[in-house]
């Protein structure tokens, strides 16, 4: 076989076998966010179930302690330090708990906002999909038409509900009216004895009393001039 052959044989199989890497890497890929939040609830859980076990293992070495105490020194001190490493592996579960319990919670968060996205997308195609068949002119003057015929309508309830027939002054039916109560009122006076009646003789008139003390005044006053003269002469 000449070296063409060979160097061409080569770059071939190469380019084969990275091929095949890219596309077994393209076949693993990533988890899914279901698969994540999934894998790290299992992971709470069992971290949970061995939190349980370590209280009660916490609990017993306790009592191991409080049983030796005055009986076997040694005993109660190597319980007391197994609780004590117990106590320690315990804390840290606490703190990966809470580790874990935020990631999850992120996690689900992130899966939420873009399960929000996608759909606000789909939305978003949906209603450009639907306003692309609408003329925004044509829309114009279907509510000019609208409003035309309700304008139309309008016109056509008040002719229908106005008056029918001839129409009558207002004022003169009100004066016919007055006249009515002003008869009725006449009516009911006399039915209840009518108005007290005006006497027919004549009052005695002040004049006369006035006229006699102004000629008995002039009468004085020239009896007073008479007496006057009389002085003088």
Known sequence: MSKIAKLFKGSSSSGSSSSSKSKHSRSRGGPSPQEAIHKLRETEE??????????????????IA?????????AALQALKRKKRLEQQLTQIDGTLSTIEFQREALENSHTNTEVLKNMGFAAKAMKQVHENMDIDKIDDLMQD????????REISDAISGPFGETFDED?????????????????MKRMGGLPSVPSSKLPSA???????????RVEDEDDMRTLASWAT
Do not use: C, F, W
């Not at 409080?66 to 040694?74: E, F, H, I, P, S």
């Not at 609208?146 to 309508?153: C, G, K, R």
């Not at 003169?172 to 006449?186: C, D, K």
């Open 66 to 74: 409080k049983k030796n105490g005055t009986k076997n020194k040694r």
């Open 146 to 153: 609208i409003t035309e015929q309700q304008d139309v309508a």
């Open 46 to 63: 069992m971290l949970t179930k061995k939190q349980d076990y370590l209280e009660k293992r916490i609990e017993q070495e306790l009592t």
């Open 172 to 188: 003169e039916l009100l004066a016919e009216l007055e006249e009515l109560e002003q008869e009725e009122l006449e009516e009911n």
């Open 207 to 217: 004049r006369p009393s006035s006229h006699r003390a102004t000629t008995k005044k």
